[in-house]
C-alpha cells in the first residue's frame, strides 16, 4: 500500500508533515453508505446515528450529514462542533451521565432533538428548564439491560452498577421518571437507549439485546403507560485493527438486527415504530491512518526499538487498554521482514508503547511508519502530555488531500494561557 485515497504516502508526509491522521475520504464514505443502505426494514422505520466521540470535527459532521444520517453528542464541545458545521440539531442525540446544566440549557438553545436521558437528577434537571417554556424535545431514557459485550464474548449478567443508564431492575426508579416526563407537557418520552459495549464481533449479543429492549418497551407500556413506540440500540460494531479480528460486515449484522427486531415487534403487536444503532468505531476506524516519522532506532538486550515522532499524545489506545495495532513503512511494503520493532512514542511515560512487537523490513531514521486504523478515538482521545501539539488531520480523495483541522503551533499550544 502506497497510498491513501489515492495519494502517495511519502508525498503526503512531506506536504502536511508528520506526525499526521490521514483519513481515506472514499472508505468513510463507503461505511456511512454501507449502514444507511443496510439498516433498513419494511416494516420500522430506522436511523443511523453517527456516535461522533469516535471522531468529531466539521468536516466528519458534514459528510454525516450528507449520508441523512443522525449524530450522537455527548458533551457541549461535540454539540457545539456539530451546530458550527451547519448540522441539523433536531437530528441530534445529547448522551451522557452527567450533563450539566449549562450543557442541558445549551441543548435546549440549540435545538436537539432528543437528549437521552441518564438517571433521575438528571431528568429533574430537564423538566426544571423545560416545564412553562415554549420548548419541545423528545426523550429516550438509557437503560443498562445487563448484557455486556466486549470482543468476542457477550455475557448476560445481572449487572446493576453501571456507570450508564438505569437499570432494567430497578423499575421504581423507571416507574419514577416515567411519571416525571408523562407530567410534562415539553418532553415527548418516546424511547428507550442501550449500548453494551465496544469492538463486539458477537451477532447474537444484539439479537439477544433486541429481544430484552423490545419486551421492556412492551411491560413499560403495560405497567406504566409510557408509550415507547423507538429504541435506540447503541454502537459497538468492530473494526479490523490486527489479522486476528475478524468484524460481522456491515451488511450481515444489520440483516441480523432488523430480522431481531422485525420478529421482537411482531410480538408485542408491533408497538415499536423507530429503531436506531449508533456506529462510532466501525464508521471511522478503518478509514484513519497515523503517519510518523521514525527518529532513532535504539537496540537493548531484547528490544529493538523504532521511536516516532508522536505517540500516547495522539493515540492513547495502546497505553490505556493495550489495543493492538498493524503497521507498515511506506514504500517498503514488498520487502522482506527482516527484524521485530518494538515501535515507541516520544511521551516521558514508559507505557508509551504504540506497537509491542511488530516484523518489519529494516527501519531506518527517516522512514515514515504508517499505524493502520487510527481513525477512531485515535485523535478524539489525543491530549496534550509533554506539551506536545496536536497533529493535522487531513481527508484525502481521489488523489487529492484536504486539510480538515490544522496541526496545532506553539502559540495555538499557549494561546489560553495567562
Ligand atoms: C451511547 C453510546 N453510543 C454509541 C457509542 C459508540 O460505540 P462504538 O464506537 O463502539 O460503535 C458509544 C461508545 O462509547 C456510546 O457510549
Given amino acids: 500500500m502506497t497510498e491513501i485515497g489515492g495519494m502517495n504516502i511519502r508525498e503526503l508526509a512531506e506536504t502536511y508533515g508528520t506526525p499526521l491522521v490521514a483519513y481515506d475520504e472514499n472508505m468513510l464514505r ?77 441543548a435546549l438553545d440549540c435545538g436537539v432533538g432528543t437528549i437521552v436521558i441518564d438517571n433521575v ?22 437503560v443498562n439491560p445487563g ?21 432494567m431492575l430497578d423499575w421504581d426508579e423507571i416507574a419514577y421518571v416515567t411519571d416525571l416526563f408523562e407530567g ?89 415504530r423507530r429503531v436506531l444503532i449508533e456506529p462510532g468505531r466501525s464508521i471511522v476506524a478503518e478509514a484513519g491512518y497515523n503517519l510518523y516519522k521514525v527518529g532513532y532506532i535504539k537496540k537493548t538486550p531484547n528490544k529493538l526499538y523504532a521511536f516516532v515522532d508522536g505517540g500516547m499524545s495522539d493515540n492513547i489506545r495502546p497505553a490505556l487498554y493495550q489495543a493492538e495495532y498493524d503497521a507498515f513503512i511506506a514504500g517498503k511494503e514488498d520487502e522482506e521482514k527482516t527484524a521485530t520493532y518494538t515501535i515507541a512514542g516520544k511521551c516521558c511515560e514508559s507505557g508509551d508503547i504504540l506497537i509491542q512487537s511488530i516484523a518489519l523490513p529494516q527501519v531506518n531514521t527517516g522512514d515514515i511508519l504508517v499505524m493502520k486504523t487510527t481513525g477512531a478515538y485515535g485523535y478524539s482521545m489525543a491530549s496534550h502530555y509533554n506539551k506536545l501539539a496536536l497533529p493535522a488531520v487531513v481527508f484525502v480523495k481521489d488523489g487529492q488531500a484536504r486539510e480538515v483541522i490544522e496541526r496545532e503551533s506553539y502559540e495555538h499550544l499557549i494561546s489560553l494561557e495567562k
Fill in 30 to 106: 463507503d461505511k456511512l453508505e454501507s449502514f444507511t443502505k443496510h439498516f433498513r426494514s419494511d416494516t420500522i422505520r430506522t436511523d443511523v446515528v453517527y456516535a461522533s466521540k469516535a471522531f468529531n470535527c466539521k468536516a466528519m459532521i458534514s459528510l454525516v450529514s450528507e449520508y441523512g444520517c443522525c449524530l450522537d453528542v455527548v458533551s457541549g464541545g461535540e454539540l457545539y462542533t456539530a451546530w458550527k458545521a451547519g448540522f441539523d440539531c433536531s437530528k441530534t442525540f445529547f448522551h451522557g451521565n452527567n450533563k450539566t446544566p449549562d450543557e442541558i440549557r445549551m
Fill in 184 to 272: 410534562c407537557d415539553n418532553t415527548a418520552f418516546e424511547g428507550i437507549h442501550a449500548h453494551i459495549g465496544s469492538q463486539i464481533f458477537d451477532k447474537q449479543a444484539y439479537s439477544e439485546l433486541v429481544k430484552k429492549m423490545f419486551a421492556f418497551a412492551a411491560k413499560m407500556k403495560d405497567e406504566l403507560g409510557a408509550d415507547i413506540t423507538s429504541v435506540n440500540l447503541g454502537g459497538g460494531f468492530a473494526a479490523l485493527y490486527t489479522s486476528k479480528d475478524h468484524p460481522i460486515p456491515v451488511d450481515e449484522v444489520c440483516d441480523e438486527i432488523i430480522s431481531a427486531c422485525e420478529e421482537a415487534n411482531s410480538s408485542i403487536h408491533n408497538q415499536i
Fill in 147 to 167: 448484557i455486556e459485550a466486549h470482543t468476542h464474548q457477550y455475557i448476560v449478567t445481572a449487572h446493576v452498577d453501571s456507570k450508564f443508564g438505569i437499570s
Fill in 121 to 142: 437528577m438528571e431528568a429533574q434537571e430537564l423538566i426544571r428548564q423545560i416545564e412553562g417554556t415554549d420548548r419541545q424535545i423528545r426523550v429516550f431514557l438509557r
